[in-house]
């Protein structure tokens, strides 16, 4: 084997090496010497670095070692032949573009066919003029350098893909864990929720306050994919914290504008619905900013019995100081539907370009459909009407059947580690401007919940204050009369009142005392609230509720089953509940 590299220039090392590795290495095989060395020398001549072999076992073994740009091998070498060195070649070389020109001593009309078969990919005859070789040899350097950066993108771009999958991954296990509500397993839930892209820019989430109500939240991002998804990871952190923590739609609603005012780029929003069903009180509250309409459908009459307008600017838009969060209310029946949805539903489109509509949306509700049908009913018309048309926009449609035996799925949790119980004691007093302004049991509720223990108590205590101190400020401060609840559309009469009286009111304060004890078997809670109104005959009260089979005004029973003991005294206008609690084991 003859194994041989041109010399260098007298130029200096590191200028040597550039120009050296910028050169076109060419492995020239021939077994004819003096047909090898005028080859050689002609290349040389051209600046190539060249390194030579003299039988096909040669040229494999030289390959291998040299990695050379350009492979120039004699057809006919003995033993092993071009050819089969051309297709050792061509398997060592894998996915790399390393051209072969195979040579030949005299012309043949066959060679470039025999050529191709086995993998090569041109030809030169030994007496081919120099400008001949040398084009030839530029034109195929040319296209593995071409092919060398096209291989380097593609693997650079397979690198980006793996990444951004990966990321996606990531990204997509976070959504879901912060996605993820239980109150959307709640069995009077029906809902789609069909995304354009891998993240949607819906939202849907379903909670529970502490006290039983549902909360249910229904928005959509500006756009589409990532991006619009970003957004709901905060929204849902505040509404599923807010919620927890028993605060009333308005106060949530202002605190995931004042959020996304703070994070969101300029043109992005979040039009969004926010309800709250009372089932045991056939309440239904909600805000729309931005989205269809809440439309409601009766379960006895088989129509339309109510909508919810938007009446605000979507979330992040205006300063929350601008933005209207107040709810609007109406007086549901068990079996009624709720149904929310984003403009996805309405704004789909056929093959012809027609958009489904509003219009067409609520033709579904007065086609007079049972209600356990009607909302498999809306998704069929959806998609007869949307034909073979891929969709343009995330859609999402959710049905909320008002039943009162439905509860809240987490009230049965009891994974937290309690502390150790403690003694304290805490005192509020809130007076009108607090009392218009916001809704203070959460505050109270989190003061309390500072005691470990009290935290799987906390849906039963928070019943207790509620009641009590609803009962200090509608009937004591406000003069409420409960027989404003009876009859039909009693109930929105009587919150409409609620909401005159507190907006009129000038003077008058809550105050609400806890006191916590250890006692041998857990603990004990009282809590004291006073209102400053002239109190009420409290005895006779007792006795009507007892005798008082209606649906409202029995809330002093509740608190009586759930406490030890319920005293008033003053003119009736202090309450003192008693609540003991029991360490695990103890009967």
Avoid at 10 to 27: D, Y
Avoid at 41 to 53: F, K, P, R
Avoid at 279 to 292: D, F, H, I, N, Q
Avoid at 498 to 506: D, G, I, M, T
């Amino acid at each position: 084997m003859n194994v041989r590299e041109s010399s260098q220039s007298s130029a200096s090392p590191s200028h040597t090496l550039t120009n050296l590795e910028q050169r076109l290495k060419v492995l020239l095989a021939d077994h004819d010497l003096v047909s090898r060395n005028a080859l050689q020398s002609l290349l040389e001549q051209e600046e190539y670095v060249v390194v030579v072999a003299d039988d096909g076992a040669s040229a494999i073994s030289v390959y291998m070692h040299e990695h050379p740009d350009v492979v120039l091998v004699e057809a006919l070498l003995p033993e092993m032949d071009g050819y089969q060195v051309t297709e050792y070649i061509r398997e060592l070389s894998g996915d790399s573009f390393v051209p072969v020109l195979l040579l030949y001593s005299l012309p043949d009309e066959d060679a470039l066919n025999a050529c191709l078969a086995h993998g090569g990919n041109d030809f030169l005859t030994k007496s081919s003029p120099p400008a001949l070789i040398k084009a030839k040899l530029e034109s195929f350097a040319q296209m593995r350098r071409l092919y060398h950066a096209v291989r380097t993108q593609r693997d650079e771009l397979a690198q980006h893909n793996r990444w951004l999958k990966r990321e996606y991954e990531i990204a997509e296990g976070v959504f879901a864990k912060v996605m993820h509500s239980s109150g959307l397993q709640a069995p009077n839930l029906k809902y789609l929720v069909s995304p354009q892209a891998i993240f949607n820019g819906d939202l849907l989430l379903a909670a529970y306050r502490p006290s039983g109500e549902m909360h249910l939240l229904l928005g959509d991002f500006t756009g589409h994919g990532l991006s619009a998804a970003i957004g709901t990871i905060p929204v849902a952190d505040i509404f599923n914290g807010m919620t927890a923590k028993g605060f009333p739609v308005p106060e949530i609603v202002a605190e995931i504008n004042q959020k996304l005012q703070r994070i969101l780029p300029r043109g992005v929003f979040f039009a969004a619905a926010l309800l709250e069903l009372d089932t045991k009180k056939r309440k239904l509250s909600a805000w729309v900013g931005g989205v269809p309409d809440i439309l409601i459908y009766g379960a006895q009459s088989k129509t339309l019995i109510g909508r919810f307008a938007s009446k605000s600017f979507p979330l992040g838009v205006v300063e929350t100081d601008q933005l209207d969060c107040q709810v609007d209310s109406m007086e549901v029946q068990t079996g009624d539907r709720i149904f929310l949805c984003t403009d996805g539903v309405s704004e789909a489109r056929n093959l012809e370009g027609a958009m489904f509509g509003q219009a067409r949306l609520e033709q579904c509700f007065a086609r007079g459909y049972e209600p356990s049908a009607l909302f498999e009913r809306i998704l069929m018309e959806l998609e007869q009407f949307r034909g073979a048309q891929q969709q343009s926009d995330d859609v999402t449609l959710i049905e909320v059947t008002v039943d009162p035996s439905v509860g809240n799925p987490q009230a049965t949790d009891t994974t937290l580690v309690p502390r150790q119980a403690s003694a304290w004691s805490a005192s509020f007093e809130f007076g009108c401007d607090s009392l218009k302004g916001y809704d203070p049991l959460p505050v109270m509720m989190q003061v309390l919940l500072e005691t470990q223990r009290l935290h799987q108590h906390k849906q039963r205590i928070y019943m207790v204050l509620a009641e009590l101190f609803l009962n200090a400020l509608e009937h004591g401060l406000l003069r409420l009369d409960s027989a404003l609840k009876e009859g039909a559309g009693g109930f929105g009469v009587y919150y409409k009142e609620k909401e005159s009286r507190l907006s009129q009111l000038k003077e008058g304060s809550i105050k609400v005392h806890f006191q916590h004890t250890v006692i041998s078997s857990g603990g004990q809670l009282m809590i004291r609230v006073e209102d400053s109104g002239p109190g009420f005959d409290f005895e006779y009260y007792l006795r009507q509720v007892g005798e008082n089979p209606r649906a409202h005004g029995r809330g002093l029973v509740l608190i009586s089953s759930l406490c030890e003991s319920l005293a008033y005294s003053g003119t009736g206008n202090i309450a003192e509940a008693s609540y003991v609690w029991k360490l695990e084991g103890e009967s």
